[in-house]
T-cell receptor, first 118, second 111 residues
Framework: EAGVAQSPRYKIIEKRQSVAFWCNPI?????LYWYQQILGQGPKLLIQ????????DSQLPKDRFSAERLKGVDSTLKIQPAKLEDSAVYLC????????????????FGSGTRLTVV | KQEVTQIPAALSVPEGENLVLNCSFT??????LQWFRQDPGKGLTSLLL?????REQTSGRLNASLDKSSGRSTLYIAASQPGDSATYLC??????????FGGGTRLMVKP
């Protein structure tokens, strides 16, 4: 099966500019996640979608970050305006499960988009 | 709130050594636990997924164990090779299938 596709792979922008990232999950995966990974740290969850609805966005800085998954398939993550501290790798992942208790499978991650804000 | 810690943060070993990477978590009410590998500039590759009812999983030279009562997981790598050099991340699942990651262990295996 094809993996999780993300684009672009790299992006360099100036602070206060806007940027958007795109993710296409594995076909049939109902759940989609965006994670932010700052250099030298583990990834941190930003938002979880179940089909086209938001399950959890408690760690998304909503004053500048937004995400959507309108048709329940691909998703976009936007930052407007960007700050220097937003420099990170943005990872998209998908899972066939809404709840881990169903006990099968796990996440598949994309290769990520590396954002540098200068 | 779940917190995941990985020790050591970095490790350098000669080729051929057996090694253990440690992961601890504060909330024992986890569901599954997963170990990932991350190469520089790349995404995460799943290594082993341990479901909450299991105590360990094995794949080739890798063995991961899970002890929920003590809040610990270990990843054992046998006969390490230079190709094993990467960052290893452990992550705990909550009931909503969301992951909390540790900070990772950067492994360097020297020829």
């Amino acid at each position: 099966e094809a993996g999780v596709a993300q684009s672009p792979r790299y992006k360099i922008i100036e602070k206060r500019q806007s940027v958007a990232f795109w993710c296409n999950p594995i076909s049939g995966h109902a759940t989609l996640y965006w994670y932010q990974q700052i250099l030298g740290q583990g990834p941190k969850l930003l938002i979880q979608f179940q089909n086209n609805g938001v399950v959890d966005d408690s760690q998304l800085p909503k004053d500048r970050f937004s995400a959507e998954r309108l048709k329940g398939v691909d998703s976009t993550l936007k930052i407007q305006p960007a700050k220097l501290e937003d420099s990170a790798v943005y990872l998209c992942a998908s899972s066939p499960l809404a709840r881990a208790a169903q006990g099968r499978g796990g996440y598949t991650f994309g290769s990520g988009t590396r954002l540098t804000v200068v | 709130k779940q917190e995941v810690t990985q020790i050591p943060a970095a490790l350098s070993v000669p080729e051929g050594e057996n090694l253990v990477l440690n992961c601890s978590f504060t909330d024992s009410a986890i569901y599954n636990l997963q170990w990932f590998r991350q190469d520089p500039g790349k995404g995460l590759t799943s290594l082993l997924l341990i479901q909450s009812s299991q105590r360990e999983q094995t794949s080739g030279r890798l063995n991961a164990s899970l002890d929920k009562s003590s809040g610990r997981s270990t990843l054992y790598i046998a006969a390490s090779q230079p190709g094993d050099s990467a960052t290893y991340l452990c992550a705990a699942y909550n009931a909503g299938n969301m992951l909390t990651f540790g900070g990772g262990t950067r492994l360097m295996v020297k020829p």
